[in-house]
């Protein structure tokens, strides 16, 4: 079983719909939580970063961590088409000068149609 | 911003040739990671980084190494490229959240 759990889409959607994106994970120590955004043959941007559970809003994007069931989200409101990429979890059991390895989700395809 | 930059968009190499991948970061990161990215097995750690010098094996370390001789700069090197490296090589740099480069994407014929 991966430690983190994804599932990969592809995700279709009309443009304005609420999206909702999430993952799994078995690890209770992860305690720092990362969502990304990738378009096609591009890097991984960072969108969302949030520590321990809780929610965390930014715009018209909204991070929610529920440590007790070992479950994040992303949720995307009025979602656009250039919202289209593949979104991927990633998480962290510690912060330390010793190297902060991140776990990542396969990642999450999302269309968003006109 | 963070920049991270990396040497090349696209590289095409042959089995047996010696493959340097260049990064570079410009907000003084003390951490600095190197991963391979493939169809449905999404991000894998390859080699980091926590100090100049320091280098540590990630999950799929074999068939590659890495060089840190300056703060900004991390290296990724194939020794002996084989296709099975075929692959999109992306640097980050950070604590806690990771800043990613464009990426590299490497072709072994």
């Known amino acids: 079983q991966k430690e983190v759990e994804q599932d990969p889409g592809p995700l279709s959607v009309p443009e304005g719909a609420i999206v909702s994106l999430n993952c799994t994970y078995s690890?209770?120590?992860?305690?720092?939580f990362m969502w990304y955004r990738q378009y096609s043959r591009k890097g991984p941007e960072l969108l969302m970063y949030t520590y321990s559970s809780g929610n965390k809003e930014d715009g018209r994007f909204t991070a929610q961590v529920d440590k007790s069931s070992k479950y994040i989200s992303l949720f995307i409101r009025d979602s656009q088409p250039s919202d289209s990429a593949t979104y991927l979890c990633?998480?962290?059991?510690?912060?330390?000068?010793?190297?902060?390895?991140?776990?990542f989700g396969t990642g999450t395809q999302l269309k968003v149609e006109l | 911003d963070v920049k991270v930059t990396q040497s090349s968009r696209y590289l095409v190499k042959r089995t047996g040739e010696k493959v340097f991948l260049e990064c570079v970061q410009d907000m003084d990161h003390e951490n600095m990671f190197w991963y391979r990215q493939d169809p449905g097995l999404g991000l894998r750690l390859i080699y980091f980084?926590?100090?100049?010098?320091?280098?540590e094996k990630g999950d799929i370390p074999e068939g590659y190494s890495v060089s840190r001789e300056k703060k900004e700069r991390f290296s990724l090197i194939l020794e002996s490229a084989s296709t099975n490296q075929t692959s999109m090589y992306l640097c980050?740099?950070?604590?806690?959240?990771?800043?990613f480069g464009p990426g590299t994407r490497l072709t072994v014929l």
């Open positions: 980050a740099s950070g604590v806690g959240e990771q800043f």
């Open positions: 690890n209770s120590a992860f305690q720092y």
């Open positions: 990633a998480m962290s059991g510690r912060l330390t000068g010793g190297g902060n390895k991140l776990t």
């Open positions: 980084s926590y100090d100049v010098k320091m280098k």
